[in-house]
Each structure stands twice: as C-alpha cells, then as structure tokens.
C-alpha cells in the first residue's frame, strides 16, 4: 500500500514561517493529486490547498498569498510554504493524495492520508 508522513509542523508565533513536507512511499505506480487539509480545535477538516500531478494549483481563500503548495515528482513528496502565520492557523495539518499504486498483479487507485503534524501559531 502507501504510507504518508507529514513532517515539519511546531510552535511559531505569529508572522512567522513554516514549511510542511509530505513524504509518500510504498508500492507506488503514480502520484496524483496531493493535498494540505487542516482541523483546528473544534472545527471540521478543511481543505487548505492541493496541487495536480502538472502542477497546477488552487488554494483556500483564507490562506491564498500566504501559502504555496509545490511538489517533487521525482521524490514523490508534497510541500506547503506557509508565511505570515496567523494564530487562526493553528491546528492539525494532514497530508492526502491519491495514488495509484500496485497491488499484487493489478493497480488500484485510492486516497491516503497522513497521521498530521500540529501547527500551533501563538505568541
């Protein structure tokens, strides 16, 4: 299968920088569309940006000009570049993608997420 670990989460104060890394390894044929979500303390997970195997890429509107997703292709990992961190940006950040990946004798094609890393935005 796959196995996603989200890496780079911590304690910043505001203003501040982070940058999460995503690192997906297992029986992968290819990666496809890789995401950021988000659940702070009593909400619901959001989607925070994601970005196309080409690259293309979209974002929430809370987080637009602040955030850049990236990705690597070639080491099958996901970026988020987050700058003028906001106390309202704290919380638990997961990776997910979807991946086609080999099964025994056939490919399947299936989401996966991460286990998250905490962000926490506070001075």
């Known amino acids: 299968q796959v196995q996603l670990v989200e890496s780079g989460g911590g304690l910043v104060q505001p203003g501040e920088s982070l940058r999460l890394s995503c690192a997906a390894s297992g029986s992968i044929f290819k990666l496809h569309t890789m995401g950021w979500y988000r659940q702070g303390p009593g909400k619901q997970r959001e989607l925070v940006a994601r970005?196309?195997?080409?690259?293309?890429?979209n974002y929430a509107d809370s987080v637009k000009g602040r955030f850049t997703i990236s990705r690597d292709n070639a080491k099958n990992a996901g970026y988020l570049q987050m700058t003028s961190l906001k106390p309202e940006d704290t919380a638990v950040y997961y990776c997910?993608?979807?991946?086609?990946?080999?099964?025994?004798?056939?490919?399947?094609?299936?989401?996966?997420w991460g286990q998250g890393t905490q962000v926490t935005v506070s001075s």
């Open positions: 997910n993608a979807d991946c086609t990946y080999r099964s025994g004798l056939t490919y399947l094609t299936d989401a996966f």
């Open positions: 970005i196309g195997s080409g690259g293309s890429a």
